[in-house]
T-cell receptor, first 112, second 111 residues
């Protein structure tokens, strides 16, 4: 089946630093979604990407849909303590378009 | 509040027991999805229902079953529980496909 690999697996950064993470797939996706999961909560949608090459921002977050359609990137600028959490990429499976496959996650820790 | 309601929030039960987790989707959403998240793990898809019918199945154990009722709420039944079933169980809903809205999860602890 389709797999989404995220890197890095975890990050420890200082408040104010910029963060970059990526998600790669062995197959093509037509939609990329980025979710954030706070501790003990369900994932919340941050950004949705629908077109190869698309660059979309949501406040301090910027995500890009890779032109190969096999990858996506998420950047967070000027990190703050509330950015702590797990970031997941996700995309709909081929054949079962409504079912999302989630990436392995990137755990972000922010120190003061 | 995401609009997706899951109950109970926490559940502690013994091995061999059976539990039922409940999910009420966001108003207007016809699809319900169940995911399992073990400690420090990713989200593993279990099963999807659309307007009362099973639509897709993931790596769901035979001891687990689910259904979606006419009012669109869904229940996930876990039986013959084992220690390894301890996890967070999330329900999500969507109109049909595309992005999901997740509930806040049920934390199941099997002792």
């Amino acid at each position: 089946g389709q797999q989404l690999n995220q890197s890095p697996q975890s990050m420890f950064i200082q408040e104010g630093e910029d963060v970059s993470m990526n998600c790669t797939s062995s197959s093509i996706f037509n939609t990329w979604l980025w979710y954030k999961q706070d501790p003990g909560e369900g994932p919340v949608l941050l950004i949705a990407l629908y077109k190869a090459g698309e660059l979309t921002s949501n406040g301090r977050l910027t995500a890009q849909f890779g032109i190969t359609r096999k990858d996506s990137f998420l950047n967070i600028s000027a990190s703050i303590p509330s950015d702590v959490g797990i970031y997941f990429c996700a995309g709909p499976n081929t054949g079962t378009a409504s079912k999302l496959t989630f990436g392995t996650g990137t755990r972000l820790q922010v120190t003061l | 509040d995401s609009g997706v309601t899951q109950t109970p929030k926490h559940l502690i039960t013994a091995t061999g027991q059976r539990v039922t987790l409940r999910c009420s989707p966001r108003s207007g959403d016809l699809s319900v999805y169940w995911y399992q998240q073990s400690l420090d793990q990713g989200l593993q898809f279990l099963i999807q229902y659309y307007n009362g019918e099973e639509r897709a199945k993931g790596n769901i154990l035979e001891r687990f079953s689910a259904q979606q009722f006419p009012d669109l709420h869904s229940e996930l039944n876990l039986s013959s529980l084992e220690l390894g079933d301890s996890a967070l169980y999330f329900c999500a809903s969507s109109v049909g496909g595309g992005s999901y809205t997740f509930g806040s999860g049920t934390r199941l602890t099997v002792v």
